[in-house]
């Protein structure tokens, strides 16, 4: 059953609100880490082009732990490549958080795919600094 929302807000996040009240407490932090995914790459849109440094960032060493969640990969993958444009990863990106909350791939594919995606993404970047 949905919780009661304060009128005082906009339809769109009283729809929001009882959407979230009503997912379980894996299901709600899949779509809060995907909110904190969305708001980092806004704020990576609106900060100065990071390609108009001088030399290529490194991805940051922070290991996979043996047990992960998709939510804690996200983090730590975004965390790693903060120099990738978020924009270009948001689609693939949502396609397998959500292949993995509604469908129930396996949270070790995912995020194999998620890592891949993201050293894609940073040889992509790369080849920016070798032309």
């Not at 992960?68 to 965390?79: D, G, K, P």
């Not at 949270?107 to 993404?121: C, G, K, N, R």
């Amino acid at each position: 059953m949905f919780a009661p929302t304060p009128l005082n807000l906009p339809k769109s996040q009283r729809r929001l609100l009882r959407l979230y009240s009503g997912l379980d407490e894996g299901r709600k932090d899949s779509l809060l880490a995907f909110a904190e995914f969305l708001a980092q790459q806004q704020e990576n849109a609106e900060t100065p082009d990071a390609s108009a440094t001088v030399e290529a960032q490194s991805p940051l060493d922070i290991p996979r732990p043996e047990e992960e969640s998709v939510v804690a990969a996200m983090r730590r993958l975004t965390q790693t490549y903060p120099m990738i444009e978020r924009d270009a990863l948001l689609d693939r990106a949502s396609s397998l958080m959500m292949a993995h909350m509604l469908q129930g791939r396996p949270a070790a594919d995912v995020i194999d795919e998620l890592e891949t995606l993201f050293s894609q993404h940073y040889q992509h970047y790369l080849q920016q600094f070798s032309a």
